[in-house]
């Protein structure tokens, strides 16, 4: 049964970090594009970071550039999100996603191109 499993959200305060993983099960990590996404309250979701299989290339919504930080570890079944700086805007629930692809390099923050989706960890930036 695929599966895609999301863990480190919480509550942290303006200014601090995060790392989000995304642990997958049920199929091979290697041959997927992985992306983040989120969705705060009464908000659409939206893209925030997505990754090749390789790990070569990796893509960012400009609200997040420089701060977070997409990788993977495909012996292990996880990609992470590691989010520094976070703002009171930063506040929704991130979801992974999973679309299995041929071209190693291949990228996409478009929602409705991903099959496989977990069910979110929220985080909430709040002093």
């Known amino acids: 049964q695929l599966q895609l499993v999301e863990s480190g959200g919480g509550l942290v305060q303006p200014g601090g970090s995060l790392r989000l993983s995304c642990e997958v099960s049920?199929?091979?990590?290697?041959?997927?594009?992985i992306g983040w996404f989120r969705q705060a309250p009464g908000k659409e979701r939206e893209g925030v970071s997505c990754i090749s299989r390789s790990g070569g290339s990796t893509r960012y919504a400009d609200s997040v550039k420089g701060r977070f930080t997409v990788s993977r570890d495909n012996a292990k079944n996880t990609v992470y999100l590691q989010m520094n700086s976070l703002k009171p805007e930063d506040t929704a629930v991130y979801y992974c996603a999973a679309k299995k692809v041929t071209f190693v390099e291949f990228v996409t923050m478009t929602i409705s191109e991903y099959i496989y989706w977990g069910q979110g960890t929220q985080v909430t930036v709040s002093s």
């Open positions: 049920g199929f091979t990590l290697d041959y997927h594009t």
